[in-house]
């Protein structure tokens, strides 16, 4: 049973000020947009419905299908179910961009609820009092029984809601409107507070605020060290290096790949390399040591952190490492799915002291970070 996601980004959000569309702005140190599909890493698919001036800016989201969105909200929300008629998922979750901070119970209940319901969406009961008014002016209250202030991501079996887009005859404020009008029954999950959607320039602090609060940050550190041994290459941080010898290692012997690996293992309190891959397996034997990272990579984002930045050094007089930093900081970046300037790759010498010194073999240190919000 696959599950797909499509992020709605292709409006322009004037309301919200600023120079360029608030889902392209920089919510702690990253754009609203990558918070917001950050929270959906949990689905097989995602669609990202952009404006088509905006395709540009999404060199991050290379694992996210591209769509330009329409002159309307629900023509960008049907673009994007087009978008999925092949890979044809059994639940859909549609959501806007500008809602960067939906708690993971949020989307999991919306999921839940979708095993017995054919549409979902949480929301929030409204509290206050409600008035209607003329010119600053009470003119009358309105009870708030049975009202609610409505959220995203709203859920729905595809083959439903995507018949409701096609036959729906006008613009609707969201797709719960959609499918009610096509006779879809639509569950209230409970929603959060947390759950804002920027409009105005004042909610950019608000959601500071609450990113802040709900931050989990880890630090984990790895080293790790191979020998040399007779050969005519190297594989440092995913690029293979011409050299008078080879490292020694079970499997490609990628030091640096190790210690990053290492690293994101450290951060989430679960061992090492060596725990997750033994050495004494032989399907392991010279296997690429982008599984191991993949691996590492994958589970950090099952228990839902992102990780914000790799710091590499490696350690050795030779091969100069130099001339092939950028290459190594554009793989390692790929393998990771991060931007390029999240990712360092460094190197130094020991001054010709110890076995690096002595050309022995290569060292690595390695730290990440790692954010759940």
Known sequence: MTIAAIIVAAGRGTRAGGPIPKQWQMLGGRTILSHTVERFNQCDHCVLVL??????????????????GGATRSESALAGLNAL??????KVLIHDAARPLTPKHVINDVISALDIHDGAAPAMAVTDALWRGVDSVVTDTQDRSGLYRAQTPQGFIYTAILNAHETATADAADDVEIARLAGID??????????????????????????????????????DVHAFEDGDHVWLCGVK??????????????VGMHAVTDAIYGALGDGDIGQHFPPTDPQWKGAASHIFLEHACALARERGFTITH??????CERPKIGPHGPSMKAEMARIMGLNPDRVSVKAT?????????????????????????
């Open 51 to 68: 404006h088509p001036d905006d395709f540009d800016r999404a060199a991050e989201f290379s694992n996210c299908i591209l769509v330009a």
């Open 85 to 90: 008629r092949e890979l044809a998922p059994h």
């Open 186 to 223: 639509v569950c209230i999950t409970q929603g959060d507070e947390a759950n804002m959607k920027i409009t105005t320039p004042n909610d950019f602090a608000r959601a500071e605020m609450i990113l802040r609060t709900n931050m989990d940050i880890r630090t984990g550190n790895g080293y």
């Open 241 to 254: 290096i011409p050299h008078t010898k080879k490292l020694k290692g079970h499997s490609d012997a990628d």
């Open 310 to 315: 790799v710091d590499c050094t490696l350690i």
């Open 349 to 373: 010498t020991s001054e010709r002291l110890g076995f690096t010194g002595r050309e022995e073999g290569i060292a690595s240190i390695a730290t990440a970070t790692l954010v759940k919000l």
